[in-house]
């Protein structure tokens, strides 16, 4: 690449996604060079953190069409999102040339029913799906062994901050190309953390919605009550502007039918500086220990909450939840067990064309014990096995007495909130919250980086969880369908703190040269 095109190109990095629309829209860029630019960037630097499973074979051709509606104008364009590159996690169903694996070989040439739905309306918007991101592989699901951001077929994924830096997942791969601006944003999605973690290791947004305000179908199960699809993107503004194009009731996913308004809200309306005045937020004492457990993240999470006051919130302290106690093993896993079970044999039993023959949990165990390419012999499938091996069935009275047990301990976010007549709940992003036990939405923001001296703590598989550069973040959470509150409050302390515009020159990684 040529000095010359080096700046403009530059300049097109930093757009974040309210810009390339901008952009596109005023015939500055065009989507062809966009397709350009994504994937140089890829081929730059993804050989380091192995965050793409693989790239659309037909991304170029759509972009060219995009760029032939676009000059036509009128009715020929599509929606807001225009001919912009979109990336997804490896668990959203694409009608087109694309697998869809989870990372696993077991569904290399699998075909389905029909596509994702938000994919669908992704596209019906204008978006161009440039590719799917890496995983940990089934969700984090196969067993403990396996390590964050880890899939047979993909490999090992790294955030970037810092040399073999933990990525967290199991939506890994979108958090990891977004924050290194591979596409104008990602998706992924989550059951428990799974977009929240890693987008507080990876120093981007992550907005975990409310089950059922976005449709599930189309899309790899684990635990149909508490599934969630959202945005990563690089800005709380992206993450509204993805939600707005997501969003909606879809017969296909009976939980979108508790959506409790027509009309989606405008949730780009919802991006304010002034959006955390009045607002009540509750700061319980669980996430002042885990904050202080950790002196830096102690001293910056502080100073976050006081910065939340002088923008004019009012912060209840000095209160605790009534019978949540974050990392004390409160989740009992058969939900989760009798959940993926049934799920998962669902999922097998719909496909259009099953590649193994592969119909139950149990097959799928067997699949990978004599599969090479899957490193059962390292990895195991132990948390498989739990799923197969659990004793009760969705119907059942225990099933359903745990089930509601666990339910009322994710309701201690909203009875927290209800006692002190608060909107939003804050916590560092590292906190233990039940928000997948209520069925809550959440959102990650960065709050900032570990210092240069700071000592390296690795975790039990060797990856690096804390260090020099490595980010760390705030968790804001709500009631079910609180969406637009949380995304306000994001929004007026990303504008305050902009601690992602750091994000460049705190990366470890380097470009590839030439």
């Not at 081929?43 to 759509?62: H, L, M, T, Y």
């Amino acid at each position: 690449m040529s000095p010359d095109s080096e700046k403009p190109t530059a300049k097109l990095l930093r757009l974040d996604l309210d810009g390339l629309i901008k952009a596109l829209e005023c015939g500055a860029v065009t989507s062809e060079r966009l397709i350009e630019v994504y994937t140089s960037r890829i081929a730059q630097f993804d050989d380091q953190v192995r965050a793409i499973g693989c790239i659309n074979p037909e991304a170029k051709s759509i972009a060219l069409e995009r760029d032939r509606q676009r000059q036509r104008g009128g009715r020929e364009i599509m929606g807001k999102l225009h001919g912009v590159p979109i990336l997804v996690k490896d668990t959203f169903i694409t009608d087109d040339k694309m697998d869809t694996t989870a990372g696993s070989y077991a569904l290399v040439g699998a075909k389905y029913r029909y596509e994702s739905t938000v994919v669908t309306k992704l596209r019906d918007a204008g978006a161009i799906i440039l590719g799917k991101t890496n995983l940990s592989q089934w969700g984090m699901t196969r067993s403990p062994k396996c390590p964050s951001g880890w899939s047979a077929m993909f490999g090992q994924a790294l955030a970037p901050f810092h040399a073999d830096q933990d990525p967290q997942g199991s939506s890994s791969g979108s958090a990891i190309a977004a924050s290194l601006r591979y596409a104008a944003a990602c998706l992924g999605g989550e059951t428990c953390g799974s977009i929240l973690y890693p987008a507080r290791l990876n120093s981007v947004v992550g907005l975990k919605p409310t089950p059922g305000l976005t449709s599930r179908a189309g899309i790899l199960p684990i635990n149909p009550d508490q599934d969630s699809v959202g945005p990563l993107a690089t800005s709380v503004k992206d993450v509204a502007i993805l939600l707005q194009a997501i969003a909606g009731k879809d017969e296909k996913d009976e939980a979108t039918a508790d959506i409790p308004f027509d009309t989606i809200p405008d949730y780009a309306a919802s991006c304010t500086i002034s959006g955390l005045e009045n607002m009540r937020i509750v700061v319980p004492q669980s996430a002042f220990s885990q904050a202080n457990s950790d002196p830096e993240l102690g001293i910056a999470f502080r100073s976050a909450v006081d910065k939340i006051k002088s923008l004019g919130a009012i912060v209840i302290e000095d209160v605790e939840f009534e019978t949540w106690r974050p990392r004390t093993g409160m989740r009992d896993d058969l939900w989760l067990d009798v959940q993926l079970r049934e799920s998962f044999g669902e999922f097998f039993g719909d496909l259009l064309f099953n590649p193994h023959g592969i119909h139950n949990i149990s097959e799928l165990i067997e699949f990978i014990k004599k599969t090479p390419e899957e490193q059962y012999d390292k990895y195991d499938t132990e948390w498989f096995e739990n799923a197969r091996d659990a004793p009760e069935t969705s119907q059942s009275a225990k099933y359903l007495a745990v089930k509601a047990q666990q339910e009322s301990l994710g309701q201690d976010v909203v009875r927290l909130l209800d006692e002190h007549d608060c909107d939003v709940l804050l916590a560092p992003s590292s906190t233990d919250l039940p928000l997948d036990l209520g069925r809550l939405p959440g959102i990650s923001v960065p709050l900032g980086f570990y210092s240069e001296d700071c000592p390296v703590v690795k975790d039990a598989k060797g990856f690096v969880k804390r260090g020099p550069n490595v980010p760390y973040a705030i968790t804001l959470a709500g009631r079910r369908f609180s969406e637009g509150k949380l995304i306000s409050c994001a929004y007026a302390f990303e504008q305050e703190t902009k601690v992602n515009s750091q994000n460049e020159e705190r990366m470890a990684v380097t470009p590839k040269a030439g």
